[in-house]
């Protein structure tokens, strides 16, 4: 079946620290990976868009690496800030197709 | 504001009850799409219209009614509802197939079955 997972349901670092969040997907072929942001009782916001022949994107503090061999995205903040807080969403869009699937999500808590 | 609008915000409703949520976008989008959240889950894609068109309906209790008038609105009708379904309904817009453009979503309706 069809999976998309991310790692561990909370992810606590120091403010300063270079946060890395994992997404994992199974018996998917995605044209693209996206990345977005969702704050408690708010709908998800993107930040980031790799596409399958991509290895890397940046944005700002934002970086994003997709490996279609290991079947796995890599996001991470550089430099995080308590802002940073808040859970984030891998999502794929396959080929040919208007379904947008996303991961179970990983929350981000920045310490000062 | 991300361009596609919500209402209501919150929404409170007994199992015999009919109501509808509503979305609006007027980003020049032809995909819409409706999915459910639910504490601890990932987000639950319900339907998506393309062209005003359903191409997707994720084995969705017929509780559960979309329907998209135009490109600019779509509606989710709700009718005896149970319980389980309180959860934060987000409505999203983006373009369609082929396009490499991220997903819109709006602020959500929270709704609550009582």
């Known amino acids: 079946s069809q999976k998309i997972e991310q790692n561990s349901e909370a992810l606590n670092i120091q403010e300063g620290k270079t946060a890395t969040l994992t997404c994992n997907y199974t018996?998917?072929?995605?044209?693209?990976l996206q990345w977005y942001r969702q704050d408690p009782g708010r709908g998800p916001v993107f930040l980031l868009l790799?596409?399958?022949?991509?290895k890397e994107k940046r944005k700002e503090r934002l970086k994003v690496t997709f490996d279609t061999t290991l079947k796995q995205s890599l996001f991470h903040i550089t430099a995080s800030q308590p802002a940073d807080s808040a859970t984030y969403l891998c999502?794929?869009?396959?080929?040919?197709?208007?379904?947008?699937?996303f991961g179970t999500g990983t929350r981000l808590q920045v310490f000062p | 504001e991300t361009g596609v609008t919500q209402t209501p915000r919150h929404l409170v409703m007994g199992m015999t009850n009919k109501k509808s949520l509503k979305c609006e976008q007027h980003?020049?989008?032809?995909?819409m799409y409706w999915y459910k959240q639910s504490a601890k889950k990932p987000l639950e894609l319900m339907f998506v219209?393309?062209?005003?068109?359903?191409?997707e309906n994720n084995s969705v209790p017929s509780r559960f009614s979309p329907e998209c008038p135009n490109s600019s609105h779509l509606f989710l009708h709700l009718h005896t509802l149970q319980p389980e379904d309180s959860a934060l309904y987000l409505c999203?817009?983006?373009?369609?197939?082929?396009?490499?453009?991220?997903?819109?979503f709006g602020q959500g309706t929270r709704l609550t079955v009582v």
């Open positions: 018996n998917y072929s995605p044209a693209y």
């Open positions: 790799i596409r399958e022949n991509e």
């Open positions: 219209y393309s062209l005003e068109e359903r191409v």
């Open positions: 999502a794929l869009r396959a080929y040919n197709t208007d379904k947008l699937i």
């Open positions: 980003l020049g989008h032809n995909a």
């Open positions: 999203a817009s983006s373009q369609t197939q082929g396009w490499d453009t991220e997903a819109f």
